[in-house]
């Protein structure tokens, strides 16, 4: 399993509630959380057969900007 992190544009649960749709219906995301009291508005991702891109497109598809930032291995090894 990894875990994937990103810096988002994403500052309230209105704008949450918007993304979580887009998030859900990815079958290969076993649970997601988004930090917005943090600066960088950091989105965390695990699961399984995950990859950066999958994730970036799912942001953007829902109208938001997502970066990179780490990956992961569940052992706390980056990837």
Sequence with gaps: M???KFTTNIENGEM???LAPFLDQ????S???L?????E????VSGEELTPDLIVKAVESAGFDAKTIRVQAIGGHDL
């Design 2 to 4: 990894k875990i994937l």
């Design 16 to 18: 949450l509630d918007t």
């Design 26 to 29: 990815e079958k290969r995301i």
């Design 31 to 33: 649970q997601w959380n």
């Design 35 to 39: 930090d917005t009291e943090s600066p």
């Design 41 to 44: 508005k950091i989105l965390s």
